[in-house]
């Protein structure tokens, strides 16, 4: 079966029928939701688990004996091993966190800054979100490491030659996009991870834009660290995780320390607990947790290669209707690209569309996205993004590039 064909075999309409939003009118008209690189929709079966935890199961995890507390111990570490095994690691191996940023700091506190001195580098790509850039910096300026960056083509694919070329001996760790949530742009990670090892580079992948739209499985990618975000991928917000190898947790200091981190506690000292606990200290998001189980449920139901190719369809859809329109610009063109067009007309501010296409009842973002050093790369202030993910339809998008046209008119 090919990707289209795949696609096929579902009943998109009914998938949509699962997500409660799309009930709802904006400014008078039937919500087009095009902003799933932003957060991702729910499906009923994520709010009524968490609905589901409050009601019946609200108790503290592995801290009480009573009936409750062990349901809510039970659920949550049952949606910790769903999904591992729905990115394919060892449940022990991921540390359940507030998402991609949370993820990234970790790494950055725990792993780099007792381990980076002056001398050292931390590689960079042109296209990472500030998530995977801010916190390196504050490292930097700690250790006396420095950041280099691998640069982009301009139809926004990585520029290959110039990363394996920038992976030179003081470089210690490179943190990589999967896929871009400006772009679109799909990073070949396993290649890259394999340049990086082959070199005694750590890398860490930051997997928030690949998870919610590709079967993605950690442990064939080998990289060292992955981070993802679970409000992206049908989850509730506050939700994620990051995936690290075994002997970089054992060797890993705590991030963050107080009540769960610990086997025993005295004045003079304490013993951690193991991983992934030692770095899960405190009351941990637990309902959303639990409903980001229910979210991989339902994503690994549907199937993950039937996501990437209903999206793929959707995405050829919509680059065909674009084409008939003067004045836009699109940015990010790369062959092996997610459902995400950045894009601007001629003679308009992104916000001022974002806002007009909102009347339509459109929802687009606008603005950097996060991604100060691509928007100075192509030399624009921001961009408007219109994101899709398998629940939105073809309808949507005609009438998307509908109302983009009547936008247009309007700003001309
Ligand atoms: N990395 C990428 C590529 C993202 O798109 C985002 C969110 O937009 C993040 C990191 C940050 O994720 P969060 O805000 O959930 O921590």
């Not at 394999?194 to 890398?203: K, L, S």
Request: hydrophobic fraction near 45%.
């Amino acid at each position: 079966m090919n990707r289209m064909t795949a696609a096929k075999s579902i009943d998109w309409d009914a998938v949509r029928g699962d997500f409660p939003v799309f009930e709802r009118q904006v400014n008078g008209k039937p919500l087009i939701y095009f902003d799933s690189a932003n957060t991702g929709q729910k499906p009923r079966s994520v709010i009524e688990t968490v609905d589901d935890f409050y009601r019946r199961h609200n108790a503290n995890v592995s801290r009480a004996v009573h009936t409750l507390g062990s349901e809510a111990t039970e659920a949550y570490e049952g949606a910790r091993k769903r999904l591992a095994r729905f990115v394919n690691v060892h449940p022990d191996e991921l540390l359940l966190c507030s998402g991609t940023t949370f993820a990234i700091n970790l790494v950055a506190y725990s792993w780099a800054l007792p381990r980076l001195k002056p001398g050292d580098a931390i590689l960079l790509t042109r296209m990472e979100h500030h998530a995977n850039i801010v916190p390196w910096q504050l490292v930097a300026e700690r250790t006396g490491a420095t950041i280099k960056v691998a640069e982009i083509a301009p139809d926004g694919t990585l520029d290959l030659a110039s990363l394996y070329a920038a992976m030179t001996p003081e470089v210690k760790l490179l943190g990589v996009a999967h896929v871009s949530n400006v772009l679109g742009t799909v990073n070949p990670v396993r290649e890259i991870c394999r340049e990086a090892r082959r070199r005694g580079i750590a890398t860490l992948v930051d997997g928030s834009q690949a998870l919610p739209h590709r079967p993605v499985d950690i442990a064939a990618i080998g990289c060292d660290f992955y981070a993802f975000t679970g409000h992206k991928m049908c989850g509730p917000t506050g939700t994620g995780a990051l995936w690290a190898r075994k002997e970089h947790l054992a060797a890993m200091p705590p991030f963050i320390g107080g009540g769960e981190m610990i086997k025993e506690v005295r004045f003079e000292g304490t013993v951690f607990n193991d991983a992934p606990h030692k770095f899960e200290a405190g009351t941990p998001n637990i309902a959303g947790h639990i409903g980001l189980g229910a979210a991989v449920d339902y994503l690994g139901a549907l199937g993950m290669a039937q996501v990437e190719a209903r999206e793929a369809e959707l995405l050829a859809h919509l680059n065909e209707e674009l084409a008939h329109i003067d004045g836009l610009r699109v940015f990010g063109t790369a062959k092996e690209k997610a459902a995400v067009i950045s894009f601007l007309v001629e003679g308009a501010h992104a916000h001022d569309l974002a806002t007009l296409l909102d009347l339509e009842g459109v929802a687009v973002r606008s603005g950097h996205h996060c991604a100060h050093p691509l928007m100075r790369f192509y030399g624009v202030a921001a961009t408007c993004r219109a994101s899709l993910a398998f629940y939105n339809t073809h309808h949507e998008i005609e009438r998307f590039v509908a109302a983009l046209k009547k936008v247009r008119g309007l700003l001309a």
